[in-house]
């Protein structure tokens, strides 16, 4: 088996990501007509509705077939993925109802960095990245993954104002978009990060229309400059759930 070694970034096209399990029927059809299995999250009861099955909010897959999961779901993804051949690692964290009591696996890996706010991030993630020499990029947007919308190694999209001037003082390329325009079930709007994920080395997909975003047209000349292919998965709105988590 191989997996996908980086933590978001593929080196090549997936067979096997993990998604919302609210994910749209013509979403899942395309997936699946690109010869992409999914893996269906399981819903944390414990936080609240809109953000309840997003992958990125109970797991982060660190490297190779290391996983971290919260307690609360631990079990269905141990027995989900084990057979798999990922290490599923149960973190120290409970996820809880509000913020920031639930953002402690929303971290992003990119490349030589980590970013999040980090004095919520989960123990062992912590560890992980001490261990391995990640450079910490601290922010105060909780909501860290559900925020940033990877392109490759050194590249990012976001609406947050705090993430872009972070970043920027890393030398990580960063196209900062206007806010809203992405539904995300019963809250005012969602994030580009959380409806987008890459597929492959030159594929980013997202969940929904990505041309009906107002800005388009800069998303659309940042990623052809980083050779990207965008990919609409449906004609429907741009809906948060939460990332594709390209596994394998």
Do not use: W
Not at 107 to 131: C, M, P, Q, S, W
Not at 147 to 155: H, L, R
Not at 180 to 203: A, P, W
């Amino acid at each position: 088996m191989q997996y996908v070694e980086s933590s978001f970034i593929p080196s090549g096209k997936i067979s096997l990501a993990l998604v919302d399990k609210r994910i749209t029927k013509p979403m899942e059809e395309y997936l699946n007509k690109i010869n992409i299995n999914i893996i269906k999250s399981e819903t944390c009861k414990e936080t609240y509705d809109a953000i309840s099955c997003h992958p990125d909010i109970s797991t982060l897959k660190i490297n190779n077939n290391n996983i971290i999961v919260a307690p609360n779901v631990y079990e269905y993804y141990y027995y989900l993925l084990s057979p798999f051949g990922f290490n599923v690692i149960k973190g120290d964290s409970h996820i809880k109802n509000k913020y920031p009591k639930n953002i402690q696996y929303n971290v992003v890996i990119l490349g030589k960095y980590a970013i999040h706010n980090f004095n919520y991030t989960d123990t062992k993630i912590i560890n992980y990245i001490e261990r391995n020499n990640f450079i910490k990029i601290n922010v105060k947007q909780g909501y860290c993954k559900c925020s940033i919308c990877i392109v490759d190694e050194n590249s990012i999209i976001t609406s947050d104002e705090g993430i872009y001037k972070e970043v920027k003082k890393h030398n990580i390329d960063c196209l900062l978009i206007e806010k809203g325009h992405i539904d995300l079930f019963k809250m005012n709007y969602g994030f580009i990060g959380g409806c987008s994920g890459l597929i492959s080395k030159n594929d980013l997909v997202f969940f929904g229309d990505i041309s009906k975003h107002p800005d388009f047209d800069k998303i659309k000349d940042f990623t052809k400059s980083k050779n990207k292919n965008l990919i609409s998965l449906s004609n429907e709105n741009l809906l948060d759930l939460g990332s594709l988590i390209p596994l394998m």
